[in-house]
C-alpha cells in the first residue's frame, strides 16, 4: 500500500523542540517533493515547509523561518522537520503530502497526504 506516515508529534512546552517524520511506505520518496503543512482546529490547512525532490531546495513559511529545519535521508527512506523554538501557535496537526514538482505552497498541488500527527504546545 502507498502511503505517508508522519509520527513525532506530541506536547511539548513552550520553547522546546519535536523532531516529525515522514516516511514512505510501498515507494520512495526519491524523485518527490515533500511539503509539510498544518492545520489548527477552525483554520485552513497552511504551508509550513518544502524540500524538492533533489534536496537542495527548501523553502519555508513565515511562520517557520529561523525555528524549523526540513531535510530528508534518503538511506531511511524519511523526511524530517525539526521544530525549535516552538510557540502556542504553532499547536495543530501537522502533515506531509507529495508531488511530482518543484515546491508549491498551495495544498491543491499535492496528489498524497498522510494521516497527520498532533502537535500540542501548552504548559
Known amino acids: 500500500q502507498l502511503q505517508l506516515v508522519e509520527s513525532g508529534g506530541g506536547l511539548v512546552q513552550p520553547g522546546g523542540s519535536l523532531r516529525l517524520s515522514c516516511a514512505a511506505s510501498?515507494?520512495?520518496?526519491?524523485?518527490?517533493?515533500i511539503g509539510w503543512f498544518r492545520q489548527a482546529p477552525g483554520k485552513e490547512r497552511e504551508g509550513v515547509s518544502c524540500?524538492?525532490?533533489?534536496?537542495?531546495?527548501?523553502i519555508y513559511g513565515d511562520s517557520a523561518k529561523g525555528r524549523f529545519t526540513i531535510s530528508r535521508d534518503r538511506a531511511k527512506n524519511t523526511v524530517y522537520l525539526q521544530m525549535n523554538s516552538l510557540k502556542p501557535e504553532d499547536t495543530a496537526i501537522y502533515y506531509c503530502?507529495?508531488?511530482?514538482?518543484?515546491?508549491?505552497?498551495?495544498?491543491?498541488?499535492?496528489?498524497?497526504w498522510g494521516q497527520g500527527t498532533p502537535v500540542t504546545v501548552s504548559n
Open positions: 503530502a507529495r508531488r511530482g514538482f518543484v515546491c508549491s505552497a498551495s495544498r491543491d498541488a499535492y496528489a498524497m
Open positions: 510501498g515507494f520512495t520518496l526519491d524523485g518527490y517533493t
Open positions: 524540500i524538492d525532490n533533489s534536496g537542495s531546495t527548501a
